[in-house]
């Protein structure tokens, strides 16, 4: 079993050909993977508010895909009106943050008043960290809030070590898209721990086989390869029988 | 599935930004690990410090047949007489330019000059284009080469203009090691021809495993897959 927690939800891929929900659960078959969860992109580039809406129409009777519900710093109260309204459903795993209001990169200034308000569902965050910048600012977020996961998406992207460097905070999670640097896995295990560390892919903006292939190729254990695969995602996200059942 | 399989794209040395294991022992290790048969590779001293010790240093470990010896230029360093170039260019088949590490510009008269004085040779250069609009400041620059031209750190978001430019100079081809686009491969064999994409790395430094992984499970034909892989650089480094 696997578990990508980090799908991008796109009507077509980055060469204009038709992807939507047959796109993502073919390439799920093709790699093996049996639960994704989607972020919806149109909710990151555009419109929170339909982008959101849409992939619930997607995610809520397939029994292998699970959706981010995505907030939009610039608009908290209705980010805030609609998180309340939405985010008690079981297929949004978590909520999403990719950017900032006055930066543009999720910073506690921006973000605080929506996650104050999230702190009630008790799931996690997903923050969007692609470079060494908006690491520092994630990590500040997760310093106030420490009885919330976060999940650092893109793990820092080329800027990767800065994101195994977490100090006392060790309610973190590492998504591993990002950077193919070749040490990068082994790494982030030891450093933060092999239960710290998420499979992600970030398809279809890059290639699942190119992901899996980093993380097999790395000189892990058994149980640290399931872990990252598999139950860490299991356990962050409550990813139980009870939860795909629903 | 066997394939002759040359990584255009590997170097070895001292890292100064990353605390990593470049030694030519590790990336010989890895060519083994992944069934590669051979390695074009380079110094980084040519590419940090010092392009004339590192092209000596390239050719002291091209000794071992496996590796294929790339010179480097650093054009922002580059005073040499055409008769100096002559003596470096007749040791390499393949040379390449880090304008995003040596911090010039795709564009620079000096990059166009040192492509001037090599061009008699005719070798095949490889061109990191990082940043979207360097493949199309690129084309100003290598329309007149008379050898192929290799652009290297193609991405998602250079893809389309790298192959607007490859549709207009039929000498460009793309390596693919940054390359993880789902379908790229496959769209650019059919606007371009599988002959015009070669297989890249960037190890040690980066994983062969992604960059393998991702041609063998591309919609590639397998005698695609076999030119991507290997046939095609085998011509390039031919002078085909």
């Given at each position: 079993m696997a578990v990508d927690v980090r799908v991008n939800y796109m009507e077509h891929d980055l060469l204009g050909r038709p992807l939507g929900r047959e796109g993502i659960i073919a390439s799920m078959d093709k790699y093996k993977i049996d639960t994704a969860i989607l972020v919806p992109n149109l909710a990151v580039t555009c419109d929170f508010r339909i982008g959101n809406e849409h992939v619930m129409q997607i995610i809520?009777?397939?029994?292998r895909l699970y959706g981010y519900f995505v907030v939009n710093p610039n608009y908290p109260e209705e980010s805030i009106e609609m998180m309340r309204r939405m985010m008690s459903n079981r297929k949004f795993l978590a909520m999403a943050i990719f950017?900032?209001?006055?930066?543009p990169y999720p910073n506690l200034d921006d973000c605080r008043e929506i996650i104050n308000a999230y702190r009630r569902f008790t799931k996690p965050v997903f923050l969007h960290t692609p470079d060494a910048d908006s690491v520092e600012a994630a990590k500040e977020i997760a310093a106030a809030f420490p009885t919330l996961q976060f999940i650092f998406g893109s793990m820092g992207g080329a800027d990767w070590k800065r994101a195994?460097?977490?100090?006392?905070?060790?309610?973190v999670y590492l998504e591993t898209s990002g950077s193919f640097d070749v040490e990068k896995i082994e790494e982030a295990v030891g450093k933060v721990g092999a239960h710290k560390v998420l499979f992600g892919s970030d398809f279809p903006l890059s290639d699942p086989a190119s992901e899996i292939a980093l993380i097999r190729a790395s000189n892990l254990s058994k149980d640290a390869m399931v872990r990252i695969f598999d139950q860490n995602a299991v356990k962050l996200f409550g990813l139980g029988p009870k939860t795909q059942k629903e | 599935m066997d394939f002759e399989i040359i990584d255009a794209n590997t170097l070895f040395g001292f890292d100064p930004s990353h605390r990593l294991d470049l030694s030519v022992e590790r990336l010989l290790r890895d060519m083994e690990r992944y069934k590669v048969t051979s390695s074009v590779t380079l110094s980084t001293m040519g590419i940090f410090n010092d392009y004339q010790k590192g092209n000596e240093a390239t050719m002291a470990v091209a000794a071992d047949k496996r590796l294929i010896p790339a010179g480097t230029i650093n054009p922002q360093t580059y005073f040499s007489s055409a008769d100096e170039i002559a003596r470096i260019a007749q040791n390499f088949r393949l040379f390449r330019f880090f304008p995003e590490e040596q911090g010039w510009p795709i564009d620079s008269v000096a990059f166009e000059l040192v492509l001037k004085h090599i061009a008699p040779f005719k070798p095949a250069v490889m061109v990191d284009?990082?940043?979207?609009g360097e493949p199309s400041r690129l084309m100003k620059i290598v329309r007149d080469y008379p050898g192929t031209v290799v652009l290297s750190s193609i991405s998602d978001n250079t893809l389309a203009e790298a192959l607007a430019l490859m549709l207009e100079l039929p000498n460009v081809v793309v390596e693919t090691h940054e390359l993880h686009v789902p379908g790229a491969l496959k769209l650019l064999s059919e606007r371009v021809g599988a002959h015009r994409i070669i297989f890249g790395s960037g190890a040690p430094r980066r994983s062969t495993a992604s960059s393998l992984n991702y041609v063998l499970n591309s919609e590639l034909s397998h005698a695609e897959k076999s030119l991507v892989l290997g046939g095609n650089m085998k011509q390039i480094l031919e002078g085909n």
């Open positions: 809520k009777d397939d029994p950017r900032g209001a006055s930066l195994l460097n977490l100090g006392k905070l060790i309610n | 284009a990082t940043y979207p």
